[in-house]
């Protein structure tokens, strides 16, 4: 005996919209048993990590918070995965562009003026792009993994930062602790809503909007889906996927760019070595959560991130291990993509017929 | 009668009736096959004859609808190709699987059921291997070997389980003839040692070269059996074709041929990949108001051509020339611009992208063709459907609900689907590579009659085809490609299936050559 996958004709519509719902549900499950099995009260758990910072305002905020890059990021890796270009790097893209953004108030405290942080964005989204096009690059001349040189940089990147906030970088007047100096007004993302978000929240929900529209209405979005389903079919329609990979890449890592520009100008105003929490890596899952559509990648971004606080929330009032909240994404990816290939494929059992040698009748 | 003449030899194995359908298509029908011991048996046949199919189902791979197989007089069901190798049948075949980042003696561990110690495993290979004048150096990595060495692994794999019978699907056509020459000295070597060979090949001289007997599969049926030695590669063809001259629908009304619409020009490429055909010096002007024909076996270099002549592989500027504009390094867009029209051999995957819907598959080729599918980079979703609708009716293809998924349309449907769109365009030059395979008559019937009436109307047609009954049907003029070489394209009225046969069987390879 044994399992096959057998493609099915037809993507039922329906399962597709379910398929997050029933991964988040596996998920909470798979929590529970953990919760249970590392000796603590399952239920009491799952409401700790999954809905008590829905009652509070301001962990609610600060959910937003966290999932604003995580939205923002998901959006431009989705464009990528939906043209099969693996970019894994987003992680380094978000600190390049982050540093690219800081070197203005950090290179230049006083230039203080209107056109201070809109620079600073440009040039956030500048360096994210620059960083994402490498990996483009020896993926088109040199036939290169993306996966592999993407991931690669992203260590190249987080070396960098650390240099520069013990190094160069570092605030003269800051006793010597690894992280540069505060950023001036000008150069710090306006609060919106008078609380912990900073306009970086609206920033992100328009551009996720503007993407869902180019995916769904636009050439672009067609070619992009093309390449993604069946490259030969895009050549022959005379869409190039070298040029799709520079695209793809480029506008992934200018958005993670971005993010990265806006984490530092919004909460933090300042560089320093932990700028993420692993954002790039956590907006994969927010990708594929999200259907690789931006509408739902706005809510899966709010799904990771309340894995985020919620992690907190459950090991500072239950004293659980703080690597949970890694494991629930990772159980989280683990069950979308699961689901997924039963959207596209059916199991079936497979018997073996009895080796021919002994047996001489049909 | 032809069993009587071979009646002295042991019967290794004997195939009775065997069926096999697939949906409407019936693979083979009732096929009887019987291989000698010692005996270098060819199966010939058209692609699509069936010969796949039946070797599939005495490597069990396929299971038989009916019919049985008898080995060495008793009856077996060989229900996977391990049950098959226990039994004594090997298989080489026509693209490896090896492992590229492996050894030689890695892959072959893989594949063996109990390979025992690597180090005696790789001194068998060493020893097996020179015996049989394929040497092989067992620590070799596969992906710095050249496609000769790499078949040499498959075959000793094959003979380290010391097989009875190995089948070799057309095992030269990756070969250079020196290669192809060493391979025969090692058939006739295991031949003389009693181990049977099925052999599939199109090169007719390979055949009539090493070959003891023969047996011809036509449309699924064996339609002959022969001693290859008392033939010629003429007489071969023809069985292999089918004397039979289908009814000529085209040549009734002769056509209005104008100013040439589509030239190639000497267009010579290199090939990509060790799979692929190099393209050599290919000359042909196709007029307006005529449909050309290119015959030939496949993988003699039609996708590659192809590829050339849509633009997806590009090539120098001046060997190709759509009404008379030169843009053999023009992008597919430019082309279609200039009114060219493309239909690929693989419907799905390349003609169209299986998890669209029909109405986007029609964005996909039309979308810069002046059919107002896009405005200021918006695709018009109410365009593309009022097309695909249109379309639909147009060419009478039948989906279960409205606006479905390539992939859920029948092989027929869809080709008319994708044949459809670009007829609708009413182009000035349509380039078709197997307009009608897998298609039900119904369906090809339509489709070669909707050709027809587009080169008539004043359009250029180039037809690729494997199809000699559908060539003559609607070819006023023919070309054969074989090893990526293509023969002059003569008027259909001058030609017959034994002169395409030859042609096919390497003529005009040997017409290249010589211009």
Known sequence: MRLELVKRKERSHKMAMLSPIIAIGLTALAAAIIFAVSGHNPLEGLYKFFVEPLTQQWSLQATIAKATPLVLIGCGLAVCYLSNNWNIGAEGQFIVGALFGSALPILLPDFESGATLPLMLVFGALGGALWALIPAVLKNWFNTNEILTSLMLVYVASLMLDYLVRGPWRDPDGYNFPESRMFSDAATMPDVFGGTMSLSTPITIVIALILAVVLAKTLKGFEIRVMGESPRAGSFAGFSAKRLTLFSFALAGGLAGLAGTMEVSGGLNQLLPTISPGYGFTAIIVAFLGRLNPIGIIIAGFVLALSYIGGEGVQSAMGVSNKIASVIQGLLLFFVLACDTLILYRIRLVSHHAPAGETSHV | ?515
């Open chain 2, 1 to 515: 009668m032809v069993q009587q003449t071979r009646s002295g030899m042991d019967v290794l194995l004997d195939a009775r009736g065997l069926t096999k359908r697939f949906g409407d298509i019936l693979a083979n029908d009732k096929v009887d096959l019987v291989i000698n011991k010692g005996e270098i048996h060819a199966l010939l046949g058209e692609n699509g004859a069936g010969k796949s199919t039946l070797v599939k189902m005495f490597y069990g791979s396929l299971e038989p609808d009916g019919g049985e197989i008898l080995w060495q007089g008793q009856k077996v069901s060989i229900g996977n190709p391990a049950a098959a190798r226990e039994l004594g049948i090997g298989m080489v075949f026509q693209h490896f699987s090896l492992f590229e980042a492996l050894t030689v003696v890695e892959n072959i561990a893989l594949a063996l059921p109990n390979p025992g110690k690597m180090t005696e495993l790789a001194t068998r290979i060493e020893s097996v291997s020179v015996d049989y004048g394929l040497p092989l150096n067992p620590t070799d990595i596969v992906a710095d070997l050249p496609v000769g060495i790499r078949q040499r692994i498959e075959i000793v794999r094959c003979l380290l389980q010391e097989p009875q019978l190995i089948i070799m699907d057309e095992p030269t056509s990756v070969l250079t003839p020196q290669e192809a020459d060493l391979l025969f000295l090692t058939l006739q070597r295991l031949a003389s040692e009693g181990c049977a060979v099925l052999y599939i090949s199109h090169r007719l001289e390979e055949v009539q070269r090493i070959c003891h007997h023969a047996t011809i599969l036509r449309h699924g049926k064996v339609v002959s059996e022969c001693n290859p030695a008392n033939e010629t590669p003429a007489t071969l063809a023809s069985m292999m074709v089918g004397a039979d001259v289908a009814s000529v629908s085209a040549g009734a009304q002769k056509p209005q041929v104008g100013e040439i619409r589509l030239e190639l020009s000497n267009l010579s490429a290199k090939a990509a990949t060790p799979f692929a055909t190099a393209l050599n010096s290919i000359s042909l002007g196709l007029h307006a108001g005529e449909v050309v024909a290119i015959a030939g076996v496949a993988g003699n270099g039609q996708g590659e051509l192809f590829d050339a002549i849509s633009g997806e592989m590009p090539v120098s500027q001046e060997m190709v020339r759509i009404d008379g504009k030169s843009c053999g390094s023009r992008s597919i867009t430019w082309r279609r611009r200039q009114k060219a029209a493309f239909v690929p051999e693989e419907r799905l995957g390349h003609g169209a992208v299986p998890g669209l819907k029909l109405s986007q598959n029609i964005v996909l080729t039309r979308h810069a063709t002046g059919d107002k599918l896009t405005g200021s980079g918006f695709v018009s979703t109410a365009r593309a459907n009022a097309l695909e609708k249109h379309i639909k009716q147009e060419f009478d293809v039948r989906m279960s609900h409205d606006d479905p998924e390539a992939r859920s349309l029948s092989g027929g449907n869809l080709q008319k689907f994708v044949v459809g769109r670009e007829l609708d365009r009413q182009p000035g030059v349509l380039v078709v590579n197997q307009p009608t395979w897998g298609v039900d008559a119904g369906a090809a019937a339509l489709i070669r009659q909707a050709l027809i009436d587009l080169a008539r109307s004043g359009s250029a047609v180039l037809v690729i085809s494997q199809d000699l009954d559908e060539i003559f049907e609607i070819a006023d003029r023919i070309a054969v490609i074989s090893r990526g070489y293509l023969s002059a394209a003569e008027p259909a009225a001058d030609m017959n299936r034994e002169r395409v046969g030859l042609l096919m069987a390497g003529g005009a390879e040997a017409q290249g050559e010589v211009a």
